[in-house]
């Protein structure tokens, strides 16, 4: 990831292994534009194929028999990338749709185009395209079983599950759509996750920084707001207040909720009263929070969770 994140633009690579390349980093909107664009140009049609096919025959033939062979299997070999290209990005076109609307009848589509190619690369004994058939059907495996459909509960235990189930979609939808998608949990993540959607569970998650917690932490969040009920999330600086803030604005604003840090010198004002008592998410410090309390204990009346 770290090699390709800075060499990509400069890279001589083929269609095919850009096409690898942008599924790893997670570029999901400009590996869908590739495909979109390849798809609308008819550059792996069969036409297209036949084209190429037919211009192989055409050189050789001008050129003669002298070197015949040789250009005759390098013209041939063009147009069998062509169609391998052609169904490569079938089967990547058919696994992001399985990503933005979780039916995983798609990803099945998916796996059955990619080993297609996967067989023709190996009989034709076309080793690269052998490898980008072989390597995108394992990333495959590993980020749809790893994917927020697969290990985001769909039914939560209890609670209202249409609003959860809404809620959840959105919640995906607006991650997948992100310039670096995110549409997968980390193997640190994944056991809190299963527990997130149970409301009468607690949990505490100790992990390393930049190790997952904060997604953890959204997960019981969306659960939350499925509920109908507020939340309030601690921190114990006013810079990591602001910080908090902004990553929950970016994942919760587009889900309609609102979003409040309080901070700063001990009191609350008319504004901060008001945003303890309606905000979707209050981010506060434990001595805003705690002078607001002591003022007026309702505060928590309609909390069902606090980070």
């Known amino acids: 990831f770290s090699m390709l994140f800075v060499t990509l633009e400069d890279a001589n690579l083929?269609?095919?292994?850009?096409?690898?390349?942008?599924?790893?980093?997670?570029?999901?909107?400009?590996l869908e534009a590739e495909i979109i664009a390849w798809n609308l140009d008819g550059t792996g049609s069969d036409?297209?194929?036949?084209?190429?096919?037919m211009q192989a025959l055409e050189d050789d033939a001008d050129q003669g028999a002298v070197d015949e062979y040789e250009d005759d299997e390098e013209g041939i070999s063009e147009a069998l990338d062509l169609a391998l290209t052609d169904q490569l990005y079938g089967g990547l076109?058919?696994?992001?749709?399985a990503l933005q609307t979780g039916e995983a009848e798609l990803l099945e589509v998916a796996r059955a185009e990619l080993e297609d190619g996967l067989d023709a690369a190996a009989e034709l004994n076309l080793v690269p395209q052998w490898w980008c058939f072989r390597l995108t059907l394992q990333l495959l495996d590993d980020l749809w079983g790893s994917s927020f459909h697969v290990v985001l509960p769909t039914n939560p235990p209890e609670g209202d599950g249409e609003a959860w189930q809404?809620?959840?979609?959105?919640?995906?939808?607006?991650?997948?759509?992100?310039?670096?998608?995110?549409i997968e949990l980390w193997p640190s993540q994944i056991d809190a996750a299963h527990?997130?959607?149970?409301?009468?569970d607690n949990l505490v998650v100790s992990l390393p920084t930049s190790a997952g917690k904060t997604r953890v932490a959204e997960l019981c969040i969306l659960k939350c707001l499925s509920e109908g009920r507020r939340v309030v999330f601690v921190t114990p600086l006013r810079a990591l207040s602001a910080?908090?803030?902004t990553g929950l604005q970016r994942t919760f604003g587009p889900l309609g909720k609102t979003i409040s840090a309080l901070y700063g010198s001990i009191g609350t004002s008319g504004f901060e009263e008001d945003a303890l008592k309606t905000r979707h998410i209050v981010v506060a410090t434990p001595e805003k929070l705690d002078f607001a309390l002591r003022n007026d204990p309702t505060i928590l009346d309609d909390v069902g969770l606090v980070v």
């Open 14 to 30: 083929s269609r095919m292994e850009s096409a690898l390349a942008l599924l790893i980093l997670r570029s999901l909107d400009q």
């Open 47 to 53: 036409e297209a194929v036949q084209a190429e096919l």
């Open 93 to 97: 076109g058919a696994f992001l749709l």
């Open 166 to 182: 809404q809620l959840r979609r959105l919640f995906i939808a607006t991650l997948f759509g992100r310039k670096r998608s995110e």
């Open 195 to 200: 527990r997130s959607v149970d409301s009468t």
């Open 243 to 245: 910080q908090t803030e």
